[in-house]
T-cell receptor, first 114, second 110 residues
Framework: DAGVTQSPTHLIKTRGQQVTLRCSPK?????VSWYQQALGQGPQFIFQYYEEEERQRGNFPDRFSGHQFPNYSSELNVNALLLGDSALYLC?????????????FGQGTRLTVV | RKEVEQDPGPFNVPEGATVAFNCTYS??????FFWYRQDCRKEPKLLMSVYSSGNEDGRFTAQLNRASQYISLLIRDSKLSDSATYLC???????????FGTGTKLQVIP
């Protein structure tokens, strides 16, 4: 089992550019959540995808968008990058089991905006 | 008020010591809770799930107090390898949105 995989692992972009991050969930998982983790902070929930639809969204601007494919993999897109978007972007997959959902994380994509 | 709050630490403890972290949550609808461990510049990894009144796994014990809306993590006989940041997570159910605390940093000293 490959677990959750994310690509790329590191990325450097210029302010104003657009970026796409990718995530493949753990085998058997159908729900993908994206998080932003700034240095010294806990992960902040961006949004969650299930059945190819955004199901819930955190407090992030519309510059952050996503997509889920039929094979449950997902992309996170960020437009008009700001310096403050520099962070570790984590993807977590889960398979909801009632109220108890254990999320498994990928290794993250470290985005640096210069 | 943050939805999930933790003391950021750092907690500096000697090897072999017992250390406890608390985490408070504000959303009374939270149904399940987790502790994750995160090593420097790595992804969080699930340490323990906390169901009903709590559970134990080796040197680690997690407790849940719904009346006071907090969970705790107790680590006995601390090892150097326990040094990490411990993230508290509350799941408010529904669409399984999970909310992370900012983490508590633990440093176990030889």
């Amino acid at each position: 089992d490959a677990g959750v995989t994310q690509s790329p692992t590191h990325l450097i972009k210029t302010r104003g550019q657009q970026v796409t991050l990718r995530c493949s969930p753990k085998s058997g998982h159908d729900t993908v959540s994206w998080y932003q983790q700034a240095l010294g902070q806990g992960p902040q929930f961006i949004f969650q995808y299930y059945e190819e639809e955004e199901r819930q969204r955190g407090n992030f601007p519309d510059r952050f968008s996503g997509h889920q494919f039929p094979n449950y993999s997902s992309e996170l897109n960020v437009n008009a990058l700001l310096l403050g978007d520099s962070a570790l972007y984590l993807c977590a997959s889960s398979r909801p089991q009632g109220a108890h959902t254990e999320a498994f994380f990928g290794q993250g994509t470290r985005l640096t905006v210069v | 008020r943050k939805e999930v709050e933790q003391d950021p630490g750092p907690f500096n403890v000697p090897e072999g010591a017992t250390v406890a972290f608390n985490c408070t949550y504000s959303n009374s609808a939270s149904q399940s809770f987790f502790w994750y461990r995160q090593d420097c510049r790595k992804e969080p990894k699930l340490l323990m799930s906390v169901y009903s009144s709590g559970n134990e796994d080796g040197r680690f014990t997690a407790q849940l107090n719904r009346a006071s809306q907090y969970i705790s993590l107790l680590i006995r006989d601390s090892k150097l390898s326990d040094s990490a940041t411990y993230l508290c997570v509350a799941n408010s159910g529904g669409y399984q949105k999970v909310t992370f605390g900012t983490g508590t940093k633990l440093q176990v000293i030889p």
